[in-house]
């Protein structure tokens, strides 16, 4: 994207708020990008647009955003999202959460906001770790990693988040990276427009709780990795099990259709609330 095109996109989307907390390196910039560029490639209106975060290093994003947007307490960014698209179900609601966030404290909203297939969309940034509080392994932490409440490694498996939404009952789920940025605009923009819960998986680099505690190496190492480990889950058809060890799958892994909860909601209300209580 050419520099006077994304200077009129900060302009229009992000409040001039630096500096930011982000450390150096860190992959957060570009998630948050990526979503502005999707917002920005499908034309919705930022006044019917809301922006819901938890709390972390990633749920400051909302507080960048020139949106409406709440910043709510940790792990409770679906249930206010919820509110929010059920008292107002013509908004688009996007939630902007980290894993720990999503799937630590806030893993029991997130399986059941997937289950009602409410029309939000979750843009989970995965940095493996929880950064905003110096470097605790999260659910998506992979085993062994060295993290400040695992000094000598971690001994659970994370989960597979997309796999996780997917089970729970999410119709749209797709994975990119901070390396493969346009394939990230591309998911996050189908997520938005998809009509039911969709999760979009941003696999993002944190140099400094992750990397340094890892020996990960810097921003840039850690996003060759990204660039070498991911495939695309079209070519992965092609490929055999030996070829796929040790890789994780980005694009669209999951869609299908479902009725969307706050149609059947106002179905519902039409139906039967309003002719009174029998
Ligand atoms: C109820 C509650 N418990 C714990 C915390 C402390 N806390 C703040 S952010 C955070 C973890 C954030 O990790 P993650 O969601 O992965 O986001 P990141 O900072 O890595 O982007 C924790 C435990 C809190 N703010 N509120």
């Not at 990204?226 to 030996?242: F, S």
């Not at 890789?247 to 909601?265: C, D, M, N, W």
Request: aromatic letters at 6%; proline letters at 5%; one cysteine or more.
């Amino acid at each position: 994207m050419a520099i006077e095109q994304m200077e009129k996109l900060v302009e229009k989307y992000f409040r001039p708020r630096l500096p930011h907390i982000w450390c150096p390196g860190c992959g957060n910039g570009i998630v948050t990008g990526a979503i502005v560029k999707a917002i920005d490639k499908l034309g919705l209106n930022q006044d019917e647009t809301v922006i819901v975060s938890g709390i972390g290093c990633s749920s400051r994003a909302s507080g960048y955003l020139n949106f409406d947007t709440v910043h709510s307490a940790h792990g409770r960014a679906l249930p206010v999202a919820t509110g929010v698209k059920l008292s107002e179900p013509r908004l688009n609601v996007i939630v902007v959460t980290g894993d720990g966030d999503s799937t630590a404290i806030g893993g029991n909203h997130f399986i059941h906001a997937a289950r009602r297939n409410i029309n939000l969309t979750v843009v989970l940034y995965n940095n493996n770790i929880y950064g905003m509080t110096g470097g605790q392994y999260s659910p998506l932490t992979p085993s062994h990693s060295i993290a400040t409440t695992a000094p000598y490694g971690t001994l659970e498996r994370p989960f597979d988040v997309p796999e996780l939404a997917k089970a729970a009952g999410a119709t749209f789920v797709a994975r990119s990276t901070a390396f493969h940025t346009q394939l990230l605009v591309d998911v996050i923009a189908q997520g938005i427009a998809h009509d039911g819960f969709s999760l979009i998986e941003a696999v993002t680099q944190c140099p400094i709780y992750n990397g340094r505690q890892n020996k990960l190496g810097d921003a840039p190492t850690m996003m060759k990795w990204q660039r070498d480990h991911a495939v695309n889950v079209e070519a992965a058809k092609k490929m055999t099990p030996e070829q796929l060890a040790g890789k994780f799958l980005i694009g669209v892994l999951h869609k299908s259709e479902a009725p969307e909860y706050t149609k059947q909601y106002d179905d519902l209300v039409i139906a039967n609330a309003q002719k009174g209580a029998k």
